[in-house]
C-alpha cells in the first residue's frame, strides 16, 4: 500500500498572525490508470493568493495533470509502481487529463506525453528513467529534473516503487 503523505499548511489567524491550518496526512488516491497521486496544493495564478485559510484540495484529489488555470500550479507526489507490474493510462485517459501524447510516442512507451508546463521533478525515492525523444537518464533519490514542455514518460525498471515530488507551473505552449 502507498504511503500517506503529511501535509502541513499555514495561515493567518484573524490577527494576521501566522497559524498552522491544517497537519493532516493526505489520502493516497490511486486513480484506475494511474500511479498514485497525492495532490498537495494547486494555485490559480501567478501571483498566488496567500488570503484566507481555504484549502483547494482538501481531498488530496487532483483530476487534470496540469495547472486548470492560466498562470496556476500544481503540487503532487506520484508514486511508480515498477513497469511490469503497472497498468499504464490509455493515450485517450491521458487526453482527459489534459496530457499531450502521439502514436509514435505512445509506441515507444504508453506514458509518453506532455504539458504545457515547467515542471520540478524531484527524486524522493527509489530510482526512476526520465525518457525523453532523444534521451534518457536514470534519476536516484535527491536528483532533480527541470521539465520544459518536452515530450517525456516516466519508466520504473527496478523492482521497487519510485516516489517523485513534481510542481507544475503554467507555461506559454510551444
Request: glycine share 6%.
Amino acid at each position: 500500500m502507498a504511503r500517506q503523505v503529511r501535509r502541513i499548511v499555514t495561515g493567518h489567524n484573524s490577527q494576521g498572525r501566522s497559524i498552522i491550518v491544517s497537519d493532516q496526512l493526505m489520502p493516497a488516491n490511486p486513480a484506475p490508470d494511474a500511479p498514485m497521486r497525492a495532490g498537495l496544493w494547486i494555485t490559480d495564478r501567478a501571483p498566488a493568493s496567500n488570503r484566507g485559510n481555504e484549502d483547494p484540495v482538501p481531498d488530496g484529489v487532483i483530476e487534470k495533470t496540469p495547472p486548470q488555470h492560466r498562470g496556476g500550479s500544481v503540487f503532487r507526489i506520484v508514486e511508480f509502481p515498477p513497469d511490469k507490474s503497472r497498468q499504464p493510462a490509455t493515450p485517450e485517459e491521458m487526453k482527459k487529463r489534459d496530457m499531450e501524447v502521439t502514436p509514435e510516442r505512445t509506441a515507444i512507451h504508453p506514458g509518453f506525453h506532455r504539458t504545457n508546463t515547467v515542471d520540478y521533478a524531484i527524486c524522493l525515492e527509489g530510482e526512476i528513467w526520465a525518457m525523453l525523444d532523444e534521451a534518457e537518464t536514470l534519476m536516484r533519490a535527491g536528483d532533480v529534473m527541470i521539465q520544459r514542455g518536452t515530450y517525456h514518460a516516466w519508466s520504473n525498471r527496478s523492482d521497487r516503487p519510485a516516489v517523485m515530488a513534481f510542481v507544475l507551473i503554467d507555461a506559454e505552449p510551444i
